[in-house]
Protein backbone atom coordinates (compact mmCIF):
# COMPACT_ATOMS: atom_id res chain seq x y z
CA UNK A 1 0.00 0.00 0.00
CA UNK A 2 2.70 2.40 0.82
CA UNK A 3 4.79 1.58 -2.48
CA UNK A 4 1.30 2.41 -4.31
CA UNK A 5 1.00 5.47 -2.48
CA UNK A 6 4.46 6.44 -3.17
CA UNK A 7 4.05 5.84 -6.81
CA UNK A 8 0.80 7.42 -6.98
CA UNK A 9 1.86 10.43 -5.24
CA UNK A 10 5.42 11.00 -7.50
CA UNK A 11 3.64 10.36 -10.67
CA UNK A 12 1.19 13.01 -10.24
CA UNK A 13 3.54 15.47 -9.44
CA UNK A 14 5.66 14.69 -12.34
CA UNK A 15 2.80 14.71 -14.43
CA UNK A 16 2.01 17.93 -13.54
CA UNK A 17 5.43 19.42 -13.96
CA UNK A 18 5.20 17.61 -17.24
CA UNK A 19 1.92 19.91 -18.06
CA UNK A 20 3.51 22.86 -16.94
CA UNK A 21 6.22 22.78 -19.52
CA UNK A 22 4.11 22.08 -22.05
CA UNK A 23 2.36 25.84 -21.02
CA UNK A 24 5.48 26.63 -22.64
CA UNK A 25 6.15 24.89 -25.85
CA UNK A 26 2.18 24.12 -25.86
CA UNK A 27 0.36 24.42 -29.33
CA UNK A 28 -3.21 23.67 -30.21
CA UNK A 29 -1.74 19.99 -31.76
CA UNK A 30 -1.12 18.84 -27.99
CA UNK A 31 -4.64 20.47 -26.46
CA UNK A 32 -2.71 23.18 -24.77
CA UNK A 33 -2.00 26.36 -26.38
CA UNK A 34 1.20 28.54 -25.20
CA UNK A 35 1.31 30.34 -22.34
CA UNK A 36 -2.33 29.78 -20.55
CA UNK A 37 -0.57 29.00 -17.00
CA UNK A 38 1.12 32.36 -17.02
CA UNK A 39 -1.89 34.11 -17.89
CA UNK A 40 -4.16 32.73 -15.34
CA UNK A 41 -0.65 33.92 -13.24
CA UNK A 42 -0.20 30.30 -12.24
CA UNK A 43 3.74 29.99 -10.89
CA UNK A 44 4.75 26.24 -12.34
CA UNK A 45 7.96 24.55 -11.80
CA UNK A 46 9.66 26.18 -15.36
CA UNK A 47 8.87 29.36 -14.14
CA UNK A 48 10.37 29.03 -10.98
CA UNK A 49 13.38 26.95 -12.31
CA UNK A 50 14.07 30.15 -14.25
CA UNK A 51 13.23 32.86 -11.40
CA UNK A 52 15.99 30.97 -9.64
CA UNK A 53 18.47 31.43 -12.50
CA UNK A 54 18.61 34.87 -12.49
CA UNK A 55 19.58 37.95 -10.54
CA UNK A 56 17.38 39.03 -7.98
CA UNK A 57 16.03 42.32 -9.71
CA UNK A 58 15.57 40.58 -12.79
CA UNK A 59 13.48 38.06 -10.58
CA UNK A 60 11.78 40.83 -9.18
CA UNK A 61 10.85 42.13 -12.56
CA UNK A 62 9.52 39.17 -13.71
CA UNK A 63 7.58 38.10 -10.89
CA UNK A 64 6.16 41.97 -11.62
CA UNK A 65 4.98 40.78 -15.28
CA UNK A 66 2.79 38.44 -13.86
CA UNK A 67 1.67 40.00 -10.98
CA UNK A 68 0.36 42.23 -13.37
CA UNK A 69 -0.49 40.51 -16.46
CA UNK A 70 -4.16 39.86 -15.95
CA UNK A 71 -4.24 43.61 -17.50
CA UNK A 72 -1.26 43.04 -20.09
CA UNK A 73 -1.72 39.89 -21.73
CA UNK A 74 1.21 40.88 -23.84
CA UNK A 75 3.30 39.84 -21.16
CA UNK A 76 2.89 36.30 -21.76
CA UNK A 77 5.71 36.46 -24.83
CA UNK A 78 8.07 38.15 -22.45
CA UNK A 79 7.78 35.89 -19.78
CA UNK A 80 7.63 32.46 -21.72
CA UNK A 81 10.60 33.81 -23.68
CA UNK A 82 12.21 34.26 -20.25
CA UNK A 83 11.65 30.93 -18.98
CA UNK A 84 12.87 29.62 -22.17
CA UNK A 85 15.86 31.37 -22.47
CA UNK A 86 16.50 31.15 -18.65
CA UNK A 87 16.80 27.25 -18.35
CA UNK A 88 13.43 26.94 -17.11
CA UNK A 89 11.90 24.10 -18.86
CA UNK A 90 15.47 22.42 -18.36
CA UNK A 91 14.99 22.94 -14.34
CA UNK A 92 11.32 21.46 -14.57
CA UNK A 93 13.05 18.52 -16.61
CA UNK A 94 15.10 17.67 -14.06
CA UNK A 95 12.29 17.59 -11.49
CA UNK A 96 10.69 15.61 -13.36
CA UNK A 97 13.04 12.93 -14.01
CA UNK A 98 13.43 12.75 -10.47
CA UNK A 99 10.17 12.22 -9.58
CA UNK A 100 9.67 9.91 -12.29
CA UNK A 101 12.74 7.60 -11.15
CA UNK A 102 11.38 7.97 -7.53
CA UNK A 103 7.89 6.69 -8.69
CA UNK A 104 9.76 3.57 -10.29
CA UNK A 105 11.67 3.21 -7.03
CA UNK A 106 9.00 2.74 -5.45
CA UNK A 107 7.51 -0.19 -7.19
CA UNK A 108 11.16 -1.81 -6.26
CA UNK A 109 8.91 -3.46 -3.36
CA UNK A 110 7.01 -5.65 -5.85
CA UNK A 111 7.20 -8.81 -7.57
CA UNK A 112 7.65 -8.46 -11.10
CA UNK A 113 5.31 -9.18 -12.75
CA UNK A 114 3.23 -7.59 -15.86
CA UNK A 115 1.26 -5.31 -14.01
CA UNK A 116 3.99 -3.98 -12.50
CA UNK A 117 5.90 -3.41 -16.29
CA UNK A 118 2.93 -1.33 -17.13
CA UNK A 119 2.99 0.71 -14.07
CA UNK A 120 7.12 1.46 -14.96
CA UNK A 121 6.21 2.32 -18.55
CA UNK A 122 3.52 4.23 -17.51
CA UNK A 123 5.85 6.31 -15.35
CA UNK A 124 8.35 6.88 -18.31
CA UNK A 125 5.80 7.74 -20.77
CA UNK A 126 4.43 10.61 -18.27
CA UNK A 127 7.74 11.92 -18.43
CA UNK A 128 7.90 11.68 -22.21
CA UNK A 129 4.66 12.74 -23.72
CA UNK A 130 4.38 14.97 -26.50
CA UNK A 131 6.33 18.45 -26.15
Known amino acids: LQAAESFANDL???FQIRDDMLDYAGTDSVGKPLGVDIL???IT???LGALASVSEDEASRVRGLVKDIVGHPEYRDEIVDFVKSNGGLEAAHAELDAYVEEAVKALDVLPESFEKECLVELAYFT????M
Do not use: D
Not at 127 to 130: G, L, Q, V
Open 45 to 47: MPL
Open 127 to 130: AKRI
Open 40 to 42: EQK
Open 12 to 14: GLA
